[in-house]
């Protein structure tokens, strides 16, 4: 599904810890195209006490294929998901975030705030937090479970 029309980020903000600001509402708007058998809208509402996101509508539309069983197991729901978050987050300095992110574009002094941001926004779109700070340090399980530790201590994350 190559071409994406994003329409999130309209609307109130939300803050998450350590610097994270993501839309409440997203609206993520994939168009059927001919080399793609559906067209998808998802719609998410953050949730403040799970502290992720809850998707609450999932509408397809198809192509000239009809809608199959087959086809709908092919939808990648947690990718398209994910994307639909990431494409509007951003830090509270206006930088965009993104993942992955290089471990080598990590400083060593800022691990544990990179950890902190990753878990977030892991936890945020559904995604095992601790493998994603680990995968985007490259750094093992146990190193990932004692910076996100750290920066818990620290009060850089919520919950």
Avoid: C
């Amino acid at each position: 599904m190559a071409q994406r029309v994003d329409r999130s980020g309209h609307g109130a903000l939300v803050r998450l810890k350590p610097d994270l600001v993501l839309p409440r509402d997203l609206i993520l708007e994939i168009p059927p195209r001919a080399d793609d058998p559906y067209g998808l809208t998802f719609r998410a509402t953050w949730d403040p006490l799970s502290l992720r996101y809850e998707l609450t509508h999932l509408e397809i539309a198809k192509n000239a294929a009809a809608i199959t069983s087959a086809g709908l197991r092919a939808i990648a729901v947690q990718e398209e998901f994910e994307l639909m978050a990431v494409l509007d987050a951003h830090f509270a300095d206006g930088q965009r975030f993104s993942l992955p992110m290089s471990p080598t574009q990590v400083a060593p002094g800022d691990r544990v705030l990179w950890a902190a941001r990753v878990y977030a926004m892991s936890r945020a779109v559904r995604r095992p937090p601790l493998q994603s700070v680990a995968d985007s340090l490259g750094v093992s399980q146990s190193t990932a479970t004692r910076l996100v530790a750290r920066a818990r201590s620290e009060g850089l994350l919520d919950g």
